[in-house]
């Protein structure tokens, strides 16, 4: 499409904006201390991929830890420990954080940044198949808060094993759901595939009351948030 300089000065302001926006909401809300930039530093250094959530989800997660009052938090995929330290660091006295990691290698470096943060007194790794331990947990359940951002095809089960761990009042999050309009749409691979049935099944199980929100950097991915009914 052909857009004349001032159409496109207006969506390059917006645009400036939005960023600003951000970067004021993050200074002002959810500012890293060492812990956490400490956990960012080590995962580059070991060569993960950049794609943990921003502060801003960080400290969305920690808000709603405190208002389903969480004692238990499970994750499900670790990545480099920078949401699991968010989450653990809003849990009270003797509160538990359990995050699932399939790589080993990852889960090790995860359970460094949770020293470093100083939160190792409640958050614990374990390593496996997300699909394997999950049926382990079912005697430390429920769980106030899971937090879904692992692989993308096998969304929709693991939405089946948040169920089956939480309690009415628990709520269920899940990373990567908008991605740019394209979890709404008709799936082009098994990821996508993965988190279109997420999408629809949430919008409609009736166990659930949930929302879609776009709320990363850009505001083109964000999370898919459920409260169980
Ligand atoms: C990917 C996975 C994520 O959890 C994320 O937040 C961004 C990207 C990915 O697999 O590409
Ligand atoms: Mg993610």
């Not at 405190?66 to 006295?93: F, M, Q, T």
């Not at 279109?196 to 409609?204: F, G, L, M, P, T």
């Not at 850009?218 to 459920?226: E, L, R, V």
Request: aromatic fraction near 6%; proline fraction near 5%.
């Amino acid at each position: 499409m052909v857009q004349d300089n001032s159409e496109t000065s207006e969506i390059q302001q917006l645009a400036k904006t939005r960023q600003n926006i951000t970067e004021e909401i993050t200074r002002k809300f959810a500012a890293e201390d060492d812990g956490l930039q400490y956990a960012l530093r080590a995962a580059k250094q070991a060569g993960l991929p950049e794609i943990q959530i921003s502060p801003i989800q960080g400290k969305f997660l920690q808000l709603l830890d405190v208002a389903c009052n969480a004692h238990k938090i499970l994750e499900i995929g670790s990545l480099g420990g920078y949401s699991g330290i968010w989450l653990s660091r809003a849990l009270p006295a003797k509160g538990r954080f359990i995050t699932l990691e399939i790589n080993p290698a990852h889960a090790e470096l995860v359970q460094n940044a949770f020293a470093k943060a100083g939160v190792s007194d409640r958050a614990e790794v374990r390593v496996g198949n997300a699909l394997d331990l999950l049926p382990l947990l079912e005697q430390e359940a429920p769980f106030d808060l899971i937090f879904i951002d692992a692989d993308k095809p096998p969304y929709s089960q693991y939405l089946d094993w948040a169920l089956r761990l939480s309690r009415p009042g628990s709520i269920i999050v899940a990373d990567n759901c908008i991605r740019s309009g394209k979890g709404f749409e008709e799936p082009q691979d098994e990821g996508m595939a993965g988190i279109v049935a997420y999408n629809n099944r949430i919008a409609s199980d009736p166990r659930l009351i949930s929302l879609d929100l776009a709320m990363d950097d850009d505001y083109t991915d964000g999370f898919a948030i459920s409260v169980v009914r």
